[in-house]
């Protein structure tokens, strides 16, 4: 057997695992209780919005949440971060918000700046998505043509492991968004952000249990409802108490 032939059947072996536990964890999220979902929603949103890397980070990228997705709720995070100030003005510590917007099915994705919830308009799949141009008509401002750097990317995903593997939900939309953002950042000499992703209890897995690829975008921490999970140097450096 050639090489080739060897990595083919590699890949068709992680595929194939891959589609096992996709399975087995959409039964779980689809019979967990919805009291305790909204519970855990709560949970993992105060636990962002409380921490210190949070707080500290001027501009971000984070994803819509979808219910029918059963993905971690989202809403509180995007209401704090795109909320003007009680008095009107600008808060020195206002952030710069990107959301997803997905362009073809051939997994490429764009992020655009937002400034209110407003802004989003529901798709095809019935998902709410920046439009590509604002109320007047300009075009807004896409996160890979920014003058400055990400400092947070806010994750979605099916499963996750403790060796900071995700598992999403078979498109490639964020793999191939987060693999072309950091070569942006490398071209750029930018510090890479931070990416964090959301996850329910029940998405957990131990370390190494999700097969990857090397097109695979490892996470650099998670927010469960038990706290955060540094994974990465880069987590454990920036994400000190």
Wanted: hydrophobic share 40%.
């Amino acid at each position: 057997m050639s090489n080739n032939d060897q990595e083919a059947d590699n890949l068709e072996s992680v595929f194939k695992q891959k589609r096992i536990i996709r399975s087995n964890v959409r039964q779980t999220l689809k019979s967990m209780d919805p009291s305790l979902r909204s519970q855990e929603d709560d949970i993992i949103q105060s636990i962002v919005l409380e921490a210190p890397w949070f707080k500290s980070s001027k501009r971000l990228c984070a994803y819509i949440s979808c219910s029918a997705l059963r993905e971690v709720d989202t809403s509180k995070l995007l209401s704090q971060i795109l909320s003007p100030a009680p008095d009107g003005s600008k808060l020195q510590t206002a952030k710069k918000l990107y959301v997803p917007r997905v362009e073809d099915k051939n997994s490429n994705m764009r992020m655009f700046n937002i400034s209110r919830i407003d802004d989003l308009v529901a798709n095809s799949m019935n998902i709410l998505e920046p439009a590509s141009v604002d109320a007047d008509g300009n075009t807004r401002e896409d996160v890979m043509h920014a003058n400055d750097p990400v400092d947070l990317f806010i994750l979605p995903g099916l499963a996750f492991d403790r060796s900071g593997r995700r598992l999403g939900r078979g498109g490639g939309y964020y793999d191939t968004f987060l693999k072309n953002y950091k070569e942006l950042a490398k071209e750029k000499n930018w510090r890479l952000p931070l990416f964090v992703a959301l996850s329910y209890s029940v998405q957990i897995m131990d370390e190494e249990v999700i097969p990857v690829t090397p097109n695979d975008v490892l996470v650099d921490a998670l927010v469960s409802p038990t706290g955060v999970i540094p994974i990465t140097s880069a987590a454990l450096g920036r994400m000190k108490p």
